[in-house]
């Protein structure tokens, strides 16, 4: 299963690479019979900016980033109850504030590591997707919701990202009272990805949390292309 994935999105690099290749040397082609060639880029270009390669599955990525990431914004508010009432715990020291703009940093700038093509899952994990228990969808179903709508796919790591800038934000402004509001948005976000991918399960609960991210953002997430702060 993972060197078959592998495969198949190493043919369809090369085919995309082979694209890119031919263009440039119609360009440089066309532009060879009037101007001299353009100066090359900076030698260090290549290097620093180069492709991006996965080392885990999505499903590993999630566990090991993602997730963790996620748990120092929604533990960085709660109601903790005692014998003597209820009490309501916030960020409050420097420390505090930091981990949530960790978490907050690491979901923005790691979500889009969701755009690299990777496995969904470890070699040989087929997901709970067997059997009269069945959960979840398998890798292969989840990679074919996929890859017939991208732009949906895009529009869910999209939807994740604008509320870690969110997130960021509040930080900056040491805004404890839109935590609350933040965490319930972050726990939404997740939702609408896993509902649609992993677990699809009620559509009409999909759609409902489609439809308060809409409303937070002000478009429906298979429409979000950018945050607006
Ligand atoms: C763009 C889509 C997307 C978003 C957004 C997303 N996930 Fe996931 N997540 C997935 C997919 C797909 C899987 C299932 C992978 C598999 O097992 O095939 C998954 C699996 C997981 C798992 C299971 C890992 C395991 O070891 O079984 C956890 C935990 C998780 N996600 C947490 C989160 C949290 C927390 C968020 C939000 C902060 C989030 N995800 C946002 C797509 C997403």
Known sequence: MLVRMFTSQLSKRFARGATVALACAMAACSSSSSK???????????AMWGDMKPVV??????RDMIDPASDYIFDSVKIITTKNGTVESVPKTDEDWAKLRIGATTIA???????VPRPFTPAGDENNSTGPEATELSPAQIKAKLEKDPVLWNAKIEALRNVALE???IVKKKNTG?????????DQACESCHLQYWYPGDPALLQKVDRQLEELYGKSPSAAKTHKP
């Open 109 to 115: 700038e790691g979500v889009y590591l969701l755009k």
């Open 57 to 62: 599955s999505v499903k590993e990525l999630m």
């Open 178 to 186: 839109e935590l609350w509001e933040a965490s319930y948005n972050l």
């Open 36 to 46: 001299p060639p353009a100066a090359s880029a900076p030698a260090s270009t290549p």
């Open 167 to 169: 997130v960021l934000e």
